[in-house]
């Protein structure tokens, strides 16, 4: 008897896939309701800050150039991901990341932990030619990056169209000071949008990332973005251990 009930519901175009989305409804009512009643969704870590204007222009330009399609940025809680790329990704790394750049699959290493492994001028000839410091790379050329100037105009504007989403970029005293004390006077300046010119052009002299101080280049921004990968949470105060360099 229920053979014939399964057959009819077979046969039925209509009413099969209708009876799929009912399932496909429940399934994911089951996954996301509950996120509703948790109170904590993401673990409280100290460290994580939004993105200075810098970083953030260098994110874009990382978005730009495809570099998501390649590299993930999420290392799994397994032993061989954390022996080679350290501690495995927190979702509190990714709460201001708007997309997150998790990725979905790795042609080149993991990311997420590679600010402060190589220098700023090993990133540069990386990002020039490849070949020249990891010779078996299959990786694209961009020397167009130390060529082309950074334009950063609108980076006020973009840091707004982030604050809407709920990263919390500051133009308020009320928010400056919420800023302070989340994460101190130092970040709550380079969070301030109404100073992100300022403080972006400042972030990139002081760092000298692309080697040349007479020039604010792509590369500039784009090396001070890797920089501060995985590099904003004190990963020993969680879990002891020791990770083989990033390769």
Not at 37 to 55: A, C, F, H, N, W
Not at 108 to 121: C, I, Q, T
């Amino acid at each position: 008897m229920s053979f014939f009930k399964h057959e009819s519901i077979e046969i039925n175009a209509g009413l099969l896939i209708a009876l799929t989305m009912v399932v496909i409804s429940i399934g994911g009512l089951v996954e996301i309701v509950p996120l509703f009643y948790i109170k904590d969704t993401i673990e409280k870590v100290e460290g994580v800050r939004p993105y200075s204007p810098l970083e953030l222009r260098g994110r874009d330009i990382y978005q730009r150039e495809g570099c998501y399609l390649c590299h993930s940025q999420m290392i799994r809680p397994f032993r061989d991901e954390m022996l080679r790329y350290g501690h495995y990704s927190l979702a509190a790394e990714s709460q201001y990341d708007h997309p997150f750049q998790w990725g979905s699959k790795r042609t080149g290493p993991d990311l997420a932990r590679v600010g402060g492994k190589y220098s700023n001028e090993w990133h540069v000839a990386h990002m020039i030619n490849p070949r020249d410091v990891v010779p078996e790379s299959i990786m694209p050329s961009y020397p167009w990056l130390m060529e082309n100037e950074l334009q950063y105009a609108d980076v006020a504007d973009r840091m707004r169209a982030l604050k809407k989403a709920g990263v919390p970029y500051s133009e308020t005293r009320e928010e400056y000071q919420a800023n302070v004390e989340k994460f101190g006077q130092e970040a709550a300046d380079k969070l301030n949008i109404l100073a992100a010119e300022q403080y972006l052009v400042a972030e990139a002299q002081a760092g000298n990332f692309d080697g040349d101080r007479s020039r604010l280049t792509e590369m500039d921004a784009l090396v001070a973005y890797l920089q501060v990968l995985g590099t904003m949470v004190d990963f020993s105060q969680y879990e002891e251990g020791h990770f083989v360099e990033f390769r």
